[in-house]
């Protein structure tokens, strides 16, 4: 039921962006829906005292929301006035790819193996795949909006290792909740600025409710208890099924077109994505660990998330929470945040 639901919300930000930014500007869009998030994340925050954690880290805590939320909430959401809202959810479905070529250049614990160099590879002839057929070279308006929102997977990935070398130890939800409410103070003048002069339609405004409340702060709370429930394997799961669920809602209620060489890039960039950040074999045998007493150090990142939305998302690991596949949207967030933690990482948002 958490899978189904979890896929259902973090599967349905596309749809909704798409429906707000036909009336509102990605400004007003991004500051209502964290704003509402925010409201709902700061008083559970609060209250199990994961907010006390960020005391003395304004500074990372603020450079996080502007890498992880801020930029690709704004991105995705400029985004999909250029692409279908299917399409968006595909390109945020390499996030895992990006975070892995990333780990190899500056993550010094990474291995280059030939089965991640061959996953990245597939993940990039997906994405050349569904780029080239379904939007092509000479669609100026749809590149761009490609653009956008493969930088906001770039974002996402890079917050990954903002958090795992700054924020070490630091509770997720206290995380979120501090992103969430610095993104809101950031955009509120800008929001303001670009306001619609008249009242927008009831379906703007609930598509930003749905957004902030359910696609954000509803999936972070129960994407948490999934993890306590049913662990890092079906916490997993939710970054492949998601982008399903965005694909299908766009073609049954925006008409977008679904084709083969759309299937094939999505298959080819969830294989190229399982195959790039799929755990590798400790470099430290058991007997060696064994024999210093202590365990055998975790040498990949796993398979990473993403919001709103990314961010990403958490699964249970260790002694803390791993980062697992997040689409982000971050609209689903945006839905990761990642938290490394002796040789763990914990998502946060998407």
């Given amino acids: 039921m958490l899978l189904a639901a979890l896929s259902i919300l973090w599967g349905i930000p596309y749809l909704f962006i798409k429906f707000a930014v036909a009336e509102l500007s990605p400004p007003v869009i991004v500051a209502g829906r964290t704003a509402i998030a925010a409201l709902v994340l700061l008083p559970l925050a609060i209250g199990s005292g994961a907010l006390r954690q960020l005391r003395g880290r304004l500074g990372v805590i603020s450079v996080l929301a502007l890498v992880h ?119 509120a003048p800008v929001a303001l600025l670009t306001a619609p002069v008249a009242m927008p339609t009831a379906k703007a405004a609930i598509s930003v409710v749905v957004l902030g409340l359910f696609s954000t702060a509803l999936a972070l709370v129960l994407f948490y208890r999934m993890i306590a429930m049913a662990g890092a394997g079906s916490a997993a799961l939710v970054s492949y099924t998601s982008p399903a669920v965005a694909v299908l809602l ?27 950040t799929r755990r590798a074999a400790p470099l430290v045998s058991p007997d060696e660990s064994a024999a210093s007493g202590n365990a055998a150090p975790r040498r990949d990142l796993g398979p990473e998330p993403v919001p709103g939305h990314r961010q990403p998302g958490l699964a249970a690991g260790g002694d803390g929470v791993q980062a697992v596949p997040e689409l982000q949207d971050g609209p689903q967030l945006a839905a990761g945040l990642h938290l490394h933690r002796a040789g763990t990482v914990a998502g946060a948002e998407r």
């Avoid at 073609?251 to 083969?260: A, D």
């Fill in 69 to 187: 939320v801020v930029g690709p909430f704004l991105l995705i959401t400029y985004g999909e006035v250029y692409i279908a809202s299917g399409l968006t959810a595909l390109l945020l479905a390499t996030q895992p790819l990006i975070i892995a070529a990333l780990a190899l250049r500056f993550d010094p614990s990474e291995r280059v193996g030939g089965r991640r160099l061959l996953g990245l590879g597939i993940g990039l002839v997906g994405v050349a795949a569904v780029v080239g057929f379904d939007i092509g070279a000479d669609n100026r308006n749809g590149l761009l909006g490609a653009g956008m929102v493969l930088l906001a997977g770039v974002g996402y990935a890079c917050a990954t290792f903002l958090v795992r070398h700054k924020l070490s130890g630091v509770a997720p939800l206290g995380v979120a909740a501090g992103t969430m409410s610095i993104t809101t103070v950031l955009l």
């Fill in 250 to 276: 766009g073609v049954m209620v925006l008409s977008e077109p679904l084709t083969p060489v759309t299937l094939l890039g999505f298959g080819l960039i969830l294989t190229g994505s399982w195959l790039s």
